[in-house]
């Protein structure tokens, strides 16, 4: 079945500590996306890519960073210097292009759901 | 600034009454308009998006949206609910400025009560 997988499911880290989150697709899509979401706020972006080996930072890039190495792969690194990592991480990939069929049409991961102890 | 608001967190509903989860807009250009559900601890799911044509698009699971241009609107819409409905529902807008990435809303809440 074609879908995206996101591991961890939770994930608990202590404070000062990096971890990456995995995000793996098997759709064959150009884009793919990090969002964070918190408790009434919706969905908040974090990084996309619309291409292997380029990224774009989205509205709430600090703290974090990604890799596009492979065009299955976008995993994302929590790192020391994002001030509140706590919320559930979701990835999310898509066709790209404007007039591209089903572009925006966002395929999601199950999400992981990061805790700083 | 692009942008889209949903002025309700909560909706609540008894089964089997018509349900509307509200959804304004504000883009420039041609608004691409989407809903997505998101069950608990889970990823979001596609029912519909308007890009052109009629202003009724009918999604999955019974759901359709009412894409009104001269209000900014694109309001979702079930003529009868289920309490399997009951979920977070996004609406969402392509934000043509920023080479088509989608921006969010904040998220209605959807009760529906047997």
């Known amino acids: 079945d074609g879908g995206i997988t996101q591991s961890p499911k939770y994930l608990f880290r202590k404070e000062g500590q990096n971890v990456t989150l995995s995000c793996e697709q098997n759709?064959?899509?150009?884009?793919m996306y990090w969002y964070r979401q918190d408790p009434g706020q919706g969905l908040r972006l974090i990084y996309y890519s619309q291409i292997v080996n380029d990224f774009q930072k989205g509205d709430i890039a600090e703290g974090y960073s990604v890799s596009r190495e492979k065009k299955e792969s976008f995993p994302l690194t929590v790192t020391s210097a994002q001030k509140n990592p706590t919320a559930f991480y979701l990835c999310?990939?898509?066709?790209?292009?404007?007039?591209?069929?089903?572009?925006?049409?966002?395929?999601f991961g199950a999400g992981s759901r990061l805790t700083v102890l | 600034a692009q942008s889209v608001a949903q002025p309700e967190d909560q909706v609540n509903v008894a089964e089997g009454n018509p349900l509307t989860v509200k959804c304004t807009y504000s883009v420039s250009g041609n608004p691409y308009l989407f809903w997505y559900v998101q069950y608990p601890n889970r990823g979001l799911q596609f029912l519909l998006k308007?890009?052109?044509?009629?202003?009724l698009v009918k999604g999955s699971y019974g759901f359709e949206a009412e894409f009104n241009k001269s209000q900014t609107s694109f309001h979702l819409k079930k003529p009868s609910a289920l309490v399997s409905d009951s979920a977070l529902y996004f609406c969402?807008?392509?934000?043509?400025?920023?080479?088509?990435?989608?921006?969010f809303g904040q998220g209605t809440e959807l009760s529906v009560k047997p």
């Open positions: 969402a807008v392509r934000d043509n400025n920023q080479g088509g990435k989608l921006i």
């Open positions: 308007y890009i052109t044509g009629d202003n």
């Open positions: 999310a990939s898509s066709p790209w292009g404007l007039r591209t069929s089903g572009a925006n049409v966002l395929t």
């Open positions: 759709l064959n899509h150009d884009a």
